[in-house]
């Protein structure tokens, strides 16, 4: 049994009461949403939260929870709006997450498996992804677009580029598909563990390598995919269709509907897009490099 301790505040408090949280003994902090504000993923050093947020520690049995709960409000400088104790009964954490993780496929061949669960179809392609700490299982729609998109094209042979790596679901299906080699790029050296974890459990660990925005190889590949966001994109269009060949493929992803014109416009001086996709409010930019 773990008692678990939920406080109420706004954004600008919410760091402040992890901290507190942690020095009363909280095993582990979380930040959820109490409103109905949508969080999109995070740009480069960015750590956003919600306007209001649920702060909630994570506490051994023996620990009083009514102690906990009046040393914050007496210590808390931002005043606290509501606060929900609960016991939590022991089970697998992991597995119980799982639970909700089933096999998604993705285009005609292409299945991403959390272990323990048989590969639906034997023939097709499987990739073998647990949820982690670093973005993206699929479940995502700009990984998902993604996906389908790596899942359509004629990989065998090629050289790839997955910019903004996060767990390496893309570099790993790219390989899965048939690339020659890979290079995963992030700015966060967490989520280059996460991908070199993820290609060695699939087999394909010696076809990937790792770099930092900064340490990337000059020589150009035949794809590149970047699942960021659209203001990165946009300040990268050069540096990234850079490492294009002539006749090279790009999918862009990380872009609400909204902001698709001004990705096309910033990448249009080398790339020819072709019709772009969409899934629920996001969309993959896709085309080809015509000029150097």
Not at 34 to 45: I, K, S
Not at 69 to 86: D, F, K, M, N, S
Not at 101 to 129: K, M, S, Y
Not at 136 to 156: I, K, M, N, R, Y
Request: hydrophobic share 45%.
């Amino acid at each position: 049994m773990w008692r678990q301790i939920t406080f109420s505040v706004d954004e600008a408090g919410a760091d402040a009461l992890s901290d507190l949280l942690a020095e009363l003994g909280a095993l582990s902090v979380s930040f959820e949403d109490d409103g109905d504000q949508p969080l999109f993923e995070p740009g480069p050093g960015e750590t956003p939260l919600w306007q209001q947020t649920r702060v909630t520690g994570l506490f051994e049995p023996e620990i009083d929870p009514e102690a906990v709960r009046v040393a914050v409000t007496e210590r808390y400088p931002r005043g606290i709006q509501a606060c929900t104790i609960t016991e939590l009964a022991d089970q697998v954490w992991e597995r119980a997450w799982l639970e909700h993780f089933r096999p998604i496929r993705f285009g005609q061949r292409l299945w991403v498996c959390p272990t323990g669960f048989e590969p639906p179809e034997a023939d097709a392609v499987h990739i073998v992804l647990d949820p982690g700490l670093a973005f993206g299982t699929g479940t995502h729609p700009t990984t998902a677009l993604c996906l389908d998109w790596l899942e359509g094209q004629v990989l065998t042979g090629r050289t790839v580029v997955d910019y903004g790596c996060g767990s390496g679901i893309l570099a790993v299906a790219a390989l899965k598909l048939g690339a020659v080699q890979v290079q995963a790029v992030d700015i966060d050296p967490q989520a280059l563990t996460a991908s070199a974890d993820n290609a060695r459990k699939n087999g394909v660990g010696d076809h990937l390598s790792l770099f930092l925005p900064h340490q990337i190889p000059f020589a150009p590949v035949d794809v590149l995919v970047a699942n960021i966001l659209a203001g990165p994109l946009i300040d990268l269009a050069s540096a990234l269709a850079g490492r294009l060949i002539p006749g090279g493929s790009l999918a862009l992803s990380g872009i609400l509907a909204s902001q698709a014109d001004a990705v096309c416009a910033a990448y249009r001086p080398w790339i020819r897009f072709e019709p772009m996709l969409q899934r629920e409010d996001w969309v993959l930019l896709s085309g080809i490099k015509v000029v150097d």
